[in-house]
């Protein structure tokens, strides 16, 4: 049976919406999984842990369409700690457009980053409107797909999953200026 490393790689961890979606994450995973915020003072430590467990879930919303600079150090880190047993990893990002198709170059640069260094790349979970989802009815939509990004965790059987509110672009502007 499998061991799920949530990293909070988000740098406003503690207060983050990519902490909610790590707690919705652990509810429904149906194997053990363990949850740690990437710091600047943690790399080391965090890479140590790595072997024990078959799987790496990065967890952090868009920056500048790229992956934030937190995760970006721990990745250098771990390149230069090689691990013998390397776990499959998998993401869930989020981002404040309504598109969730703008989460694909920071998930290119994870792509790279997996075949440069022997990781296997899992499942992906994009997605949009991901600032604002978690405080809508929509909640449902993005519980719905990580329900179902666990699963194929769990399975082994990955697969890319996207989700957003039911919005038109224009519809979403006017909620987001007002709200």
């Known amino acids: 049976m499998g061991k799920v490393m949530i990293l909070n790689a988000s740098p406003r961890a503690v207060k983050s919406n990519s902490k909610c979606y790590a707690q919705i994450f652990s509810k429904y995973c149906k194997i053990d999984a363990e949850y740690f915020n990437v710091s600047k003072t943690n790399h080391n430590e965090l890479c140590e842990k790595i072997e024990q467990f078959s799987d790496i879930l990065f967890v952090f919303p868009l920056y500048a369409d790229s992956i934030p600079v937190t995760l970006l150090n721990f990745l250098k880190t771990l390149e230069t700690k090689p691990q013998t ?95």
């Open 85 to 179: 047993k390397k776990p499959v990893i998998s993401v869930i990002i989020n981002c404040g457009f309504i598109e969730p198709q703008q989460n694909d170059i920071a998930i290119k640069i994870i792509s790279i980053f997996c075949k440069q260094n022997g990781y296997t790349l899992g499942s992906v979970l994009k997605i949009g409107s991901g600032e604002a989802i978690l405080q809508t009815p929509f909640k449902f939509l993005v519980e719905l797909k990580i329900k179902k990004f666990s699963s194929s965790i769990v399975k082994r059987k990955y697969r890319v999953f996207q989700t957003t509110m039911p919005l038109s672009k224009k519809m979403f502007i006017k909620a987001s200026t007002k709200y």
